[in-house]
């Protein structure tokens, strides 16, 4: 049985027990939300990671994108990068491999991944037969199940692309962003027929069920320039993920919705409310959303300051970018920026929702601070390793105090007047 359909039954698993002992909610309550849909937790019953439970209440999780592409495909580097996206605090991985043995690729990961793993099956589809005119409906069907087949724990799949949203792209400066997205119109445009993961979805809730993958509901047209945002492509879209939603639900399927992408920063409100109001509080999976179209190269910051607004407004999953989002496929320091960036802005929205313990680390720093206790700095840092060498770099990392006020350290006064005047 999958989690939703134990959860409608009042079960709780032991994954709702193992995922609320790492959250602010306990089993019980987790348990609801699961029935209700509100919450999902990603674990496939083929994988052997830890759970993780996204969505209402819960702390904000962050996603890490790795994988080869056809210009770079180098697995031991992937694996690398796996592992500085779990050692810097990803929740989840996906696999985005488009290059090389995709599925060696896959399978390498999910066995060495202790998070759960995503991938993008429709990738696998377009790279085995990037013709579209020879592609068959049941190609991507069956991608879908060797991903599954292979372990993976959550999947994106753009169902709600479908040929009624064609029209709507005409105004759009960016038109299609998404990978998935642009190749199933130019697959309908081509065959003339319905998107095949719309048509054939309820095969793909079968297949999803068999194992409790969860769908990730792919926003296919998703803004890719600020003025393409909230546009009637977009929003025309979220509402049959809507529809769709409602559908996995009823099928005892687990599903989150993917949004956006790129979204000035004062529509990010309105898009969650949408999302929430059009998809029964599914919970929603941002990528970013970045604020700006200009800041290649800081694509991660900008990222980062849609996604505290974000997930501070009711987004409950982050994926991050990297500073080379828009240039290349990222290295591991590119990744490791990515993740901590994301981190961040998870963690300040936790903090600002009142996530009980949120703020512990936070005052935890300010009094090390305060003490100049450098160790103690770095032990509550996001990246110590990064602290320490910054440090290091100004050369006087063996003085009490750092070199950006030198004599004139403010900590180091404060500490003497409270000696002096016991304040
Ligand atoms: S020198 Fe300035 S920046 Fe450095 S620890 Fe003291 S107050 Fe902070």
Redesign the pocket.
Do not use: E, Q, Y
């Given at each position: 049985m999958t989690q939703l359909e134990q959860a409608k039954k009042g079960i709780i698993t032991s994954e709702m027990e193992a995922v609320a002992g790492r959250e602010p909610l306990d089993a019980e309550i987790i348990c609801g939300d699961v029935a209700a849909g509100r919450t999902v937790i990603c674990k496939s019953t083929l994988h052997d990671c830890a759970p993780v439970a996204i969505g209402r209440g819960l702390k904000i999780k962050v996603n890490a994108n790795i994988g080869t592409s056809n210009y770079s495909s180098n697995p031991d580097m992937e694996l690398e990068k796996l592992r500085a996206s779990i050692r810097y605090g990803a929740d989840t991985v996906m696999d985005l491999s488009t290059g090389g043995d995709i599925r060696a690729m896959r399978r390498l990961i999910v066995g060495q991944s202790k998070v759960p793993v995503g991938t993008v099956p429709v990738y696998e589809a377009i790279v085995r037969c990037p013709d579209v005119a020879e592609l068959g409906e049941d190609d991507f069907l069956d991608s879908i199940r060797t991903h599954i087949e292979d372990g993976v724990d959550f999947i994106t799949v753009h169902c709600g692309v479908t040929r009624s949203c064609v029209p709507l792209l005409e105004s759009r400066i960016m038109g299609v962003v998404s990978r998935g997205g642009s190749f199933l119109i130019s697959w309908m445009l081509h065959h003339e027929k319905e998107n095949p993961l719309y048509a054939r979805y309820d095969e793909i809730l079968e297949m999803a069920k068999k194992h409790d993958v969860v769908l990730s509901l792919g926003d296919g047209l998703r803004p890719g320039c600020l003025a393409d945002a909230s546009d009637q492509a977009q929003y025309a879209e979220l509402k049959t993920l809507g529809e769709l939603a409602a559908r996995a639900r009823a099928k005892d399927v687990q599903v989150m919705i993917e949004g956006p992408g790129h979204v000035p920063l004062h529509l990010i409100r309105e898009n969650i409310e949408l999302q929430k109001q059009y998809c029964d509080g599914a919970p929603f999976y941002v990528l970013g959303p970045l604020v700006t179209d200009c800041s290649p190269g800081y694509d991660h910051l900008t990222g980062a300051i849609g996604g505290a607004l974000a997930a501070f407004y009711g987004a409950d999953f982050l994926c991050y970018l990297t500073p080379k989002e828009h240039l290349g496929l990222p290295d591991i320091r590119d990744v490791i920026d990515g993740v901590v960036a994301s981190k961040i802005a998870a963690h300040a929205a936790d903090i600002a929702r009142g996530i009980p313990g949120a703020r512990d680390s936070d005052d935890a720093m300010s009094r090390a601070?305060s003490n100049?206790d450098w160790e103690g700095m770095y032990r509550h840092a996001m990246n110590p390793e990064k602290a320490r060498a910054m440090r290091k770099e100004t050369g006087r990392d063996d003085a009490e105090?750092?070199?950006?006020?030198?004599d004139?350290?403010?900590?180091?006064?404060n500490r003497e007047c409270r000696t002096r005047y016991r304040r």
């Open positions: 601070r100049l105090v750092c070199t950006m006020c030198g004139f350290c403010s900590a180091k006064i």
